[in-house]
């Protein structure tokens, strides 16, 4: 067997765990959440009956360990069960509403790409002026801001005001343009964050790639500084930046929370959010399998995708380590 | 072959992933017409739509538009008025004849409304069908015996005890909604719970989960075609999402949640803002089974100590009204001559120091974490302050304020501040005062064999002078405990487009589709 399939194996193995463990942590938290979930879900005018019966169908009345025991079988048969209020099927509640969530978080992902690379090169091939130094401080500002009060500005700005874009992030007909239009200021407000981040990542990596010798060794050989930094040296910096877009996008798929909520739009995050509120735990507990999944996932395809990117890497046994 | 993935195709294929993912986003919606419909926010999005079943307004709201009772409430008032019943007696009292209009017809080809159904509809509540549920709201029809049919159209609903209360809260409400039993039968009692086959003005077209709920004009509606060919529900939990939406014209209605809201709306051209009178209750409450407010004294010495006024000058702006008693001005039983408890600091604190409290003594507030609450808290932490009162304020999500009146917790609980919905018929607002709502709803858990009688006995008595005499009394006696300081019975604040009428019942949740009209 191979340095890297081992690697991957390993790699794999962990992911399970990873899961295994955030199910069992998060199932105990829901155990220590204050609130009956049944009168919470029924209200006020329920019958002891109804609540009884509800109880029985959550499975409430079991013993813990038969609680937990219950939930990793139904996992394992790629059950999530069925809502007990709607008595639709958990998945395919997760799965109306997951398309929303990864258009979001690939649209934040590359606004954030588009803006804060240049960015950073510009910041990086120009250090200490008075640009790097404007550079700096919108990166700075774009990490510091609250991204929530960064989606109300949007919102007063470009949907009040100016009346450009549409305060609702859910397009009603479906169409794709309109989906499109209605992506911006959501995918915006997290991007922004982000884009300070990619900014100050890339800053600081081209820089270090800047002082290597096989830049020096093509600045003497009379190649443009344009084709040098773009062409050469972005490359071998992109690495660091790279990790970073995967944990975003691990992040971004359970944490766009605050855009689906601030811009009514469905999402796996506030699809969690509201049944916490309603204590509907089997579709909690669904939701964050899928979450916890996907970023797992994720960081694994991006630490497996070192190898791809950087060939060097690969006769090193894959190990995502930094270039020598 | 090797194949190595370049840094731009992996850029390239994150951003055609995104892209990718739009078209699977866009599940199958209707289409609005511009200027053909009406867009309103709700709050949350649907979760069952069997009316026994039913979670909260929001499932209500859809009913009452697309299905039909025997009788149903006027637009905008408590009045009882025929809707699928061609004639309704009260033959006495216990039982009441009804014949339907013949000719209505179920949505989806379901077949005409008949007796049957009217039986299957109402006798399910008490006698669910093998393998469903019981029904939540199994109490609205704990009178009823059972449901004689006499012909196709017509039946007799016998009821166990006679019960005044069936008609405004069971009847005309969402209970008394008439389902298609040949569609429950076919599709099953799970498939009902997000499908609606009703036979009202509106039809449940198109449902796309967290997005939005169409209801489109029933072409087949027997009686006055509503006015608008469609109403779209968005759901929006973030009420100033709510409101930015209504600014940019993506909602036409929406209710407020803060008389700040409806003056920062209010500037807005062609906005109108709907200011109703509610007859909901929220009031301070005290556990009388948790020392020291177990004593009297210490009960009475609060609500001497605390200047209601000025809690809802500083909480709701001082835009909504006082509440006096539990009743609402203008429901049977409301209490006109209820007694108007001022602030009285030096009472207070002679009150205090009798209880053996002189030098100060610890208590707890819980709240849900709304802002109108939390500042009345505050300031109802200042005003017992200046008696020798420390009050510690505990602040909760939803989730786990409403679980407080259980078990140990309930126990435990010292003041709250509660806020309940009204209904129609006053049997609704005092069933949770009652001894048997301790551990539920009864969270001031007070007791009193007097009150139960006298709530039982107006529950089951027709004569209405009768009815409204036992209802005062049973406020007066709660005054007598101290154990509720009311607070208001609120406003109903609603943002509506100048150009549309809508339709709301007195308790302000409750919203009657078919009656919007443009104005």
Known sequence: ?????????????????????????????????????????????????????????????????????????NVLRGDLGVDVISGRPILNMVMDVLPYTIALTFAAIGIAVAIGVPLGCYAATHPNTVGDRITAV??????????????IYLVLIFSIWLNWFPVLGVSRTGGFWDQLVRLVLPATSLALGWIGYIARLVRSSLLEVLNENFIRTSRAYGISENRIVYKYALKNAAIPTVAILGLGVGRLLGGAIFAEIIFARPGIGSLIYAAINTRNYPVVQAGVLVVVFLFVVTNLLVDLSYSKLDPRMSRRGGTGGRMP | MKTLISRRRLLQGGAALGLAGLPFAAPEFAFAQAGSSVTVRVDRDLQNLDPARRIGSVEGNILRATMRRLTQFAPNSFEVINDAAESMEQIDETTIEFTLKPGIMFHQGYGEMTAEDVKFSFERFNNPAEGEDPATYAADWSALERVEVTGTHSGRLILKNPAPALWLIALSDISGCIVSKRAFEELGSERMKTTVIGAGPYEMTNWAPNSSITLAANPDYLGDPPMFPEIVLLPIQEPQTAQLAFRSNEVHFTKLDSPSAAAALQREPGTEIINRDSINYVWIGMNVQKAPLDDLRVRQAIRLALDVDEILLAAWDGAVGRAHALMAPGLLGHWQDAPVHAQDLDAARALLAEAGHGSGLNLRLTLLNRPAYQTAGLVAQAQLAQVGINLELEVLDGGTYWSMGEGEAGENLELSIQRFGGKADPSFQTQWFVTGQIGSWNWQRWSSEEFDQMNAVAD?????????????RMQELMDESSAYIWLTHEVNLFAVKDWLEPAILPNGDDWQYAHFAPA
């Open chain 1, 1 to 73: 067997m191979s340095d890297t399939m081992r690697y991957v194996i390993s790699r794999i193995i962990t992911t399970v765990l990873v899961l295994f463990g955030a199910m069992l942590v998060l199932f105990s938290l829901t155990l220590f959440v204050p609130g009956d979930p049944a009168r919470v879900l029924l209200g006020p005018r329920a019958s002891p009956e109804a609540l009884q019966a509800l109880s029985e169908r959550m499975g409430l009345d079991l013993p813990i360990y038969a609680q937990v025991g219950r939930f990793f079988g």
């Open chain 1, 138 to 151: 919108i990166s700075v500002g774009f990490i510091a801001i609250p991204n929530f009060v960064v989606a």
């Open chain 2, 460 to 472: 089951s008595t027709v004569d209405e002078a009768v009815r409204a005499e036992t209802y005062i």
